[in-house]
């Protein structure tokens, strides 16, 4: 018998200005759905980034109001979101994500 992959997991990232609220700070890894929903006024973006690594995950634009999501197969490790529209990160758009091994 071949057992069943595990669901994917799943996260909320809601938008403002100038930051991020995640649902959840530590996810398993593998697949994972990520919702980025913006509550501001500007538009955003969401950006993930393994410490150590080099590839890039990245949500759309998102306009306020909008909601979008996107499924990445993450490694375990540290992961740094932020927003890359103009200077939002340095504003306070990032917020840290562990994806722990399974
Ligand atoms: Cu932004």
Do not use: W
């Not at 530590?26 to 697949?31: M, Q, V, Y």
């Not at 501001?40 to 949500?59: E, P």
């Amino acid at each position: 018998m071949i057992a069943a992959p595990p669901p994917p997991a799943r996260i909320q990232v809601v938008a403002q200005e100038f930051r991020f609220a995640l649902s959840r700070q530590t996810i398993k890894a593998g697949l994972a759905i990520i919702e980025l929903r913006n509550s501001g006024q500007d538009a955003h973006d969401l950006r993930l980034r393994r410490v150590g690594g080099t590839r890039v995950y990245a949500l759309p634009l998102t306009q306020s109001g909008q909601t979008v999501d996107r499924e990445f197969k993450l490694l375990p490790g540290t992961y740094r979101l932020y927003c890359s529209v103009a200077n939002h990160r340095a504003l306070g758009m990032q917020a840290t994500l562990v994806v722990q091994r399974r």
